[in-house]
């Protein structure tokens, strides 16, 4: 019943829904003191609507959000609250004394300051935006100056509202002990801060505080484009929720060849993980297209959005698909994809994908170059990593349509992990879903918020049973120094993130955004002291639920001893490992139609939505002498993921230096063409000229 309300208040937790209900009844609580009257019950009430309110704008509930959408936003809240203040001094008998007045008039000069200061805050965003957002880039062709401190901005529409605190406090101490001044001074107090606030900011429009024109901006990037002659692009555009894409692709973007990462939303280039590849993220299809990317020689598309066809119309460059993921989807054979000059796959399955498909995408035009990304994941030694085995289940997201293969979540996902976290003998349970999961099916998110509530509960049973608090009394110390290195990890890390960024806004952080190696380093060498702390600050018999991007699937991966997931690209990834894993045939399609349909899955137990094969499974993990499909999984590795040699990045690198030199070829042949005399081309210009009466009087539609 409670997960149902949060789902229905649109609040993320328990917290949140007791302060959306407390906000909710304290409304009404407001007025009927003030139609009482009764001074202390509206105080108390008033209170609560205050401290409610602020717990959900500092937790960012959504429900703030969908209130303003019905236009019960902060402001009309505040408006409210002030209105009834004067019911109440209405119902108190006075309406006709000079307090009533003061406080009417207060209310009314502080919402002119209040729209006054709402005017500022949109105008200095505005001229503080740049047309583009940079980082690795150099600026300094152009003079950024420093913006507003950045508490003026934040919240700036609460922070601002807020100041009406004294005045009420004011008002109603004096209507509470007849003292009027202290209603006087409320309200002196009040507007006076606000208008300090505005006076802060009034300095912020000045032109040396404004951001340079767009052409000056733009012309600076192209000058920095012209001096460092990028070769090879990676182009993203998407959702916030999406830059897991793009940021798979990193750590393979600096190490190829003068590289250059385009994003084209903010959110995503706020979503960016550390990288030393320069970044420019232009959200406008117009300036993107009058940057000077002529040195540009092959461009990669980690997902098909709209927005490529502003990179796609470039034919000075060669565009490859390089997707975020392998796999047996049918997102993996899109007919988009024959847009692009070529289609880069992991291994002979992806070829052989697009063959079956026939959506228009030739074999001559697919590169197999392997999956530069799965250097991390370490190979199995063949027996578990703890005394009791660990089993990962990472479902994928539920898909924009109701196929019932998209996602093992709503059918089977409650079935996998009860049996999971009833085995006999125990395994440890690591419960990481998709990060798109409910956003577009609510029964998704229901189902597993219900399978995080289950592995709590199966935490809370394994604390309090003998041989699990034994295990607990023997690692104390191990988690206890663990724990203490992971929050040392993080500490360092929120250094590292803060030290070498500007605390500023976009323009500002764009100024400051080149990158110190030695820090980025540092940074990578605590990331993965933070991961082997994390995994270390937890027993080994105790279940995980994983969200958000830290850990890393991978780091998961190299975690467990075998996996439950869905068809998707995790399944073809965690075959980089050679670990038993088992895949949910969710539509029902049957064993045999399954292995036929999806190539991913011909090495894999295969599950139904009852889940009940997962003790074969859980026996390949105890025993490597029941592991019946080891050599099947050796085989079809080497078949989704390509060779181990060369590695995956040299192919990838071949890759790009053979396409570069295709479309080198291709740019020289155009320029030499164009040289040519005209006659060359074929035209005559002593040919007569065309009457255009005669052609159309001989045509069959002239006249």
Known sequence: MISTAIRLARVGSRSELAAAVLMGLGYPCVMLAALLPNLWF??????????????????????????????????????????????????????????????????????????????????????????????????????????????????????MLHLDLPMEAGVFAAAA?????????GVA???????????????????????????????????????YRPATVLYFSGSKESAYQVNMWLETMEQVDRPLIILRERGIAAQLAP???????????THLMNLDLSTVRVALYAANVGKNIHMLRVPTMKHVFIGHGDSDKIASVNPYSKVYDEVWTAGRAGRDRYALADVGVRDDDIVEVGRPQLAPIEPWTGAPKNPVPTVLYAPTWEGWDDNPGNTSLLLAGENIVKRLLAAEPPVRVIYKPHPFTGIRDKHAKTVHERITAMIEAANAARAAEPRWTEAASEARSVLTGARAELADAEAKLARIATSGRSPGDEAEQSRMSLTDQARLDEAKRLRAQWNDAYWHSFGWWEHQVVTGPEPRLYDCFNETDAMV??????????IASGKPYAVTDSAALGEDE???????????????????????????????????????????????????????????????????????????????????PEEATGLDDSAPEKDPERDAHDSPVGG
Request: some cysteine; aromatic content about 6%.
């Open 177 to 185: 002990t007849g003292t009027f001044v202290l209603g006087y001074a």
């Open 189 to 227: 107090v009040s507007i006076g801060l606000g208008l300090l606030y505005v006076l802060l900011l009034a300095p912020s429009l000045s032109r040396r505080r404004i951001v340079p024109p767009a052409a000056d901006v733009l012309e600076a990037v192209d000058g920095w484009l012209h001096a």
């Open 594 to 676: 399954f292995r036929r349909q999806n190539t991913a899955v011909r090495a894999a137990v295969i599950l139904s939505n009852g889940a009940q094969e997962l003790d074969r499974l859980l026996a390949a993990v105890a025993d490597p002498g029941a592991d019946r499909l080891k050599d099947r999984r050796t085989e079809l590795k080497r078949y989704l993921l390509g060779p181990e040699e060369p590695t995956s990045i040299e192919q990838f690198n071949t890759a790009v230096r053979a396409l570069a030199a295709k479309s080198e070829a291709r740019n020289v042949g155009v320029a030499k063409r164009l040289e040519e």
């Open 42 to 159: 509206f105080a108390v009430a008033a209170a609560v609507t205050y401290v409610a309110d602020r717990y959900l704008h500092q937790r960012g509930s959504y429900l703030i959000n969908r209130l303003e959408k019905v236009r019960a936003g902060v402001a009309i809240r505040f408006l409210a609250r002030q209105l009834l203040l004067i019911l109440l001094l209405t119902r108190l008998h006075l309406t006709g004394v000079a307090l009533t007045y003061v406080a009417v008039a207060g209310f009314l000069v502080f919402y002119g300051l209040s729209a006054t200061q709402g005017a500022l805050v949109t105008l200095i965003r505005k001229r503080r935006t740049m047309p583009v957002v940079t980082h690795n880039v150099d600026l300094s062709a152009v003079r950024i100056p420093d913006g507003p401190k950045r508490f003026l901005l934040a919240q700036s529409v609460a922070k």
């Open 565 to 574: 997931s869905d068809i998707s690209s995790v399944v073809s990834d965690f």
């Open 275 to 285: 990288t030393s590849v320069p970044v420019i993220c232009v959200p406008g299809g």
